[in-house]
Protein backbone atom coordinates (compact mmCIF):
# COMPACT_ATOMS: atom_id res chain seq x y z
CA UNK A 1 0.00 0.00 0.00
CA UNK A 2 1.44 3.45 -1.42
CA UNK A 3 1.35 6.20 1.05
CA UNK A 4 -0.51 8.74 -1.85
CA UNK A 5 -3.19 6.46 -1.98
CA UNK A 6 -4.01 7.87 1.51
CA UNK A 7 -4.94 11.40 -0.61
CA UNK A 8 -8.18 10.20 -1.61
CA UNK A 9 -9.13 9.20 1.13
CA UNK A 10 -8.65 13.19 2.49
CA UNK A 11 -10.55 14.09 -0.47
CA UNK A 12 -12.83 11.82 0.28
CA UNK A 13 -13.55 14.03 3.50
CA UNK A 14 -13.23 17.29 1.83
CA UNK A 15 -16.20 15.98 -0.37
CA UNK A 16 -17.95 15.19 2.45
CA UNK A 17 -17.89 18.11 4.05
CA UNK A 18 -18.22 20.61 1.08
CA UNK A 19 -21.53 18.41 0.89
CA UNK A 20 -22.57 18.85 4.58
CA UNK A 21 -21.48 22.59 4.34
CA UNK A 22 -23.83 22.52 1.22
CA UNK A 23 -26.69 20.74 2.51
CA UNK A 24 -26.81 23.06 5.79
CA UNK A 25 -27.02 25.97 3.50
CA UNK A 26 -29.91 25.33 1.45
CA UNK A 27 -27.36 25.42 -2.09
CA UNK A 28 -28.63 21.97 -3.51
CA UNK A 29 -27.98 22.64 -6.90
CA UNK A 30 -24.49 23.07 -6.18
CA UNK A 31 -24.12 19.39 -4.92
CA UNK A 32 -24.00 18.12 -8.29
CA UNK A 33 -20.62 18.99 -7.76
CA UNK A 34 -19.83 17.50 -4.09
CA UNK A 35 -22.06 14.63 -3.84
CA UNK A 36 -20.73 12.47 -6.50
CA UNK A 37 -17.16 13.01 -5.43
CA UNK A 38 -17.66 11.19 -2.03
CA UNK A 39 -17.62 8.09 -3.74
CA UNK A 40 -15.77 8.39 -6.28
CA UNK A 41 -12.91 9.29 -4.43
CA UNK A 42 -13.44 6.05 -2.47
CA UNK A 43 -13.72 4.03 -5.81
CA UNK A 44 -10.16 4.96 -6.82
CA UNK A 45 -8.51 4.62 -3.92
CA UNK A 46 -9.95 0.70 -3.32
CA UNK A 47 -9.14 0.27 -7.02
CA UNK A 48 -5.57 1.51 -6.31
CA UNK A 49 -5.42 -0.50 -3.12
CA UNK A 50 -6.78 -3.66 -4.96
CA UNK A 51 -4.71 -3.85 -7.65
CA UNK A 52 -2.83 -6.88 -7.28
CA UNK A 53 -6.23 -8.60 -6.90
CA UNK A 54 -7.98 -6.58 -9.32
CA UNK A 55 -9.74 -9.72 -11.18
CA UNK A 56 -11.07 -11.61 -8.47
CA UNK A 57 -14.74 -11.63 -7.35
CA UNK A 58 -14.27 -9.59 -4.17
CA UNK A 59 -12.54 -6.79 -6.20
CA UNK A 60 -15.21 -6.68 -8.99
CA UNK A 61 -18.17 -7.05 -6.43
CA UNK A 62 -16.82 -4.07 -4.64
CA UNK A 63 -15.99 -2.12 -7.26
CA UNK A 64 -19.60 -2.86 -8.97
CA UNK A 65 -21.34 -1.84 -5.35
CA UNK A 66 -19.14 1.50 -5.44
CA UNK A 67 -20.39 2.78 -9.17
CA UNK A 68 -23.60 1.89 -8.56
CA UNK A 69 -23.77 3.93 -5.55
CA UNK A 70 -22.22 6.74 -7.42
CA UNK A 71 -24.72 6.18 -10.51
CA UNK A 72 -27.84 6.14 -7.42
CA UNK A 73 -26.10 9.42 -5.61
CA UNK A 74 -26.35 11.48 -8.59
CA UNK A 75 -29.81 10.08 -9.73
CA UNK A 76 -31.48 11.05 -5.94
CA UNK A 77 -30.38 14.70 -6.93
CA UNK A 78 -33.23 14.43 -9.17
CA UNK A 79 -36.70 14.09 -7.44
CA UNK A 80 -37.98 12.76 -10.21
CA UNK A 81 -35.60 10.07 -10.82
CA UNK A 82 -35.82 8.42 -7.69
CA UNK A 83 -37.04 5.11 -8.73
CA UNK A 84 -34.32 5.23 -10.77
CA UNK A 85 -31.91 5.92 -7.76
CA UNK A 86 -33.50 2.94 -5.91
CA UNK A 87 -32.44 0.76 -8.41
CA UNK A 88 -28.96 1.46 -9.13
CA UNK A 89 -28.61 1.30 -5.11
CA UNK A 90 -30.50 -2.12 -5.14
CA UNK A 91 -27.51 -3.54 -7.44
CA UNK A 92 -25.29 -1.79 -5.31
CA UNK A 93 -26.79 -3.66 -2.04
CA UNK A 94 -26.81 -6.71 -4.11
CA UNK A 95 -22.89 -6.30 -4.97
CA UNK A 96 -22.64 -6.04 -1.35
CA UNK A 97 -23.87 -8.80 -0.44
CA UNK A 98 -21.88 -11.14 -3.17
CA UNK A 99 -18.53 -9.49 -1.24
CA UNK A 100 -19.60 -9.97 2.16
CA UNK A 101 -20.27 -13.56 1.51
CA UNK A 102 -17.25 -14.43 -0.04
CA UNK A 103 -14.95 -12.25 2.01
CA UNK A 104 -15.27 -15.31 5.09
CA UNK A 105 -14.52 -17.86 5.77
CA UNK A 106 -16.42 -21.10 4.90
CA UNK A 107 -18.71 -18.75 2.72
CA UNK A 108 -20.76 -21.78 1.33
CA UNK A 109 -21.01 -23.61 4.43
CA UNK A 110 -25.23 -24.37 5.00
CA UNK A 111 -24.59 -27.69 7.49
CA UNK A 112 -24.81 -26.98 11.15
CA UNK A 113 -26.10 -23.72 11.02
CA UNK A 114 -28.25 -23.04 13.64
CA UNK A 115 -31.12 -21.25 11.80
CA UNK A 116 -33.32 -20.62 15.10
CA UNK A 117 -30.10 -18.80 16.63
CA UNK A 118 -29.52 -17.25 13.72
CA UNK A 119 -33.12 -15.92 13.15
CA UNK A 120 -33.26 -14.22 16.68
CA UNK A 121 -29.26 -12.99 15.90
CA UNK A 122 -30.99 -11.17 13.04
CA UNK A 123 -34.28 -10.08 14.62
CA UNK A 124 -33.72 -6.41 15.63
CA UNK A 125 -32.77 -5.84 11.82
CA UNK A 126 -36.19 -7.56 10.59
CA UNK A 127 -38.23 -5.96 13.65
CA UNK A 128 -36.38 -2.25 12.56
CA UNK A 129 -37.28 -3.15 8.74
CA UNK A 130 -40.70 -4.05 9.99
CA UNK A 131 -40.96 -0.50 11.82
CA UNK A 132 -39.92 1.60 8.91
CA UNK A 133 -42.43 0.03 6.32
CA UNK A 134 -44.90 -0.03 8.91
CA UNK A 135 -44.52 3.71 9.03
CA UNK A 136 -44.37 4.20 5.39
CA UNK A 137 -46.44 1.96 3.54
CA UNK A 138 -49.95 4.34 3.64
CA UNK A 139 -47.56 6.50 1.02
CA UNK A 140 -46.17 4.24 -0.80
CA UNK A 141 -48.68 4.07 -4.04
CA UNK A 142 -46.82 2.65 -7.04
CA UNK A 143 -43.53 2.23 -5.55
CA UNK A 144 -44.72 -0.13 -3.09
CA UNK A 145 -43.62 -2.93 -4.92
CA UNK A 146 -39.96 -1.80 -5.84
CA UNK A 147 -39.29 0.03 -2.32
CA UNK A 148 -40.16 -3.63 -0.64
CA UNK A 149 -37.94 -5.14 -2.79
CA UNK A 150 -35.67 -2.90 -1.82
CA UNK A 151 -36.09 -3.70 1.84
CA UNK A 152 -35.67 -7.41 1.85
CA UNK A 153 -32.53 -6.74 -0.22
CA UNK A 154 -31.21 -4.10 2.35
CA UNK A 155 -32.08 -6.55 5.41
CA UNK A 156 -29.99 -9.01 3.34
CA UNK A 157 -26.86 -7.00 3.01
CA UNK A 158 -27.03 -6.57 6.93
CA UNK A 159 -27.64 -9.93 7.69
CA UNK A 160 -24.77 -10.88 5.33
CA UNK A 161 -22.70 -8.25 6.97
CA UNK A 162 -23.68 -10.00 10.60
CA UNK A 163 -22.52 -13.32 9.24
CA UNK A 164 -18.83 -12.91 8.95
CA UNK A 165 -18.72 -12.95 13.09
CA UNK A 166 -15.83 -15.25 13.52
CA UNK A 167 -15.58 -15.75 10.03
CA UNK A 168 -13.33 -12.83 9.40
CA UNK A 169 -10.51 -10.81 11.71
CA UNK A 170 -12.18 -8.97 14.16
CA UNK A 171 -11.22 -5.86 12.11
CA UNK A 172 -12.83 -6.45 9.24
CA UNK A 173 -16.18 -7.61 10.79
CA UNK A 174 -17.04 -4.98 13.02
CA UNK A 175 -16.00 -2.31 10.03
CA UNK A 176 -18.30 -4.06 7.57
CA UNK A 177 -21.10 -4.77 10.04
CA UNK A 178 -21.27 -0.96 11.33
CA UNK A 179 -20.98 0.38 8.16
CA UNK A 180 -23.75 -1.77 7.07
CA UNK A 181 -26.26 -1.07 9.91
CA UNK A 182 -25.53 2.90 8.97
CA UNK A 183 -26.36 2.24 5.47
CA UNK A 184 -29.35 0.64 6.73
CA UNK A 185 -30.12 3.77 9.34
CA UNK A 186 -29.22 6.20 6.33
CA UNK A 187 -31.98 4.43 3.78
CA UNK A 188 -34.63 4.20 6.97
CA UNK A 189 -34.25 7.82 7.39
CA UNK A 190 -34.81 8.31 3.37
CA UNK A 191 -37.43 6.21 3.11
CA UNK A 192 -39.37 7.75 6.15
CA UNK A 193 -38.90 11.81 5.00
CA UNK A 194 -40.15 10.90 1.71
CA UNK A 195 -42.83 8.77 2.80
CA UNK A 196 -43.95 9.33 6.17
CA UNK A 197 -42.86 12.80 7.14
CA UNK A 198 -39.80 15.61 6.42
CA UNK A 199 -37.86 16.63 9.14
CA UNK A 200 -35.30 19.85 8.75
CA UNK A 201 -32.11 17.72 9.81
CA UNK A 202 -32.67 14.94 7.65
CA UNK A 203 -30.17 15.72 4.73
CA UNK A 204 -27.29 16.22 7.10
CA UNK A 205 -28.47 13.21 9.01
CA UNK A 206 -28.73 11.03 5.89
CA UNK A 207 -25.59 12.30 4.25
CA UNK A 208 -24.27 12.04 7.56
CA UNK A 209 -24.85 8.12 7.83
CA UNK A 210 -23.91 7.02 4.39
CA UNK A 211 -20.82 8.50 3.93
CA UNK A 212 -19.59 6.66 7.62
CA UNK A 213 -21.66 3.40 6.14
CA UNK A 214 -19.65 3.34 2.80
CA UNK A 215 -16.08 4.40 4.30
CA UNK A 216 -16.20 1.76 7.23
CA UNK A 217 -17.20 -0.94 4.49
CA UNK A 218 -14.74 -0.14 2.57
CA UNK A 219 -12.23 -0.19 5.19
CA UNK A 220 -13.45 -3.34 6.46
CA UNK A 221 -12.94 -5.15 3.52
CA UNK A 222 -9.63 -3.70 2.83
CA UNK A 223 -8.73 -5.05 6.47
CA UNK A 224 -10.21 -8.90 5.19
CA UNK A 225 -7.95 -8.46 1.92
CA UNK A 226 -4.50 -7.17 4.55
CA UNK A 227 -5.33 -10.39 6.87
CA UNK A 228 -7.94 -13.02 5.25
CA UNK A 229 -7.91 -14.97 8.62
Known amino acids: MKNKNILWLYLFLFASMADFALIIKGLDEARIYSKPLIVTSLIVYFYLITKPISWTLLSKAMMGALIFSLIGDVLLLWKNLFIYGLGAFLLAQICYIIAFKISQRNPNRIFNVNFIRTFFFNLPIYIAAAFVYFLIHNNLGPLKIPVVIYIIIIVSMVTTARERFKRVNPDSF ?13 DGMIAINK ?3 EFPEAGIMIMGTYVIAQLLIVMGIRS ?3 RPE
Open 195 to 197: FYF
Open 224 to 226: YIL
Open 174 to 186: WQVFVGACFFFVS
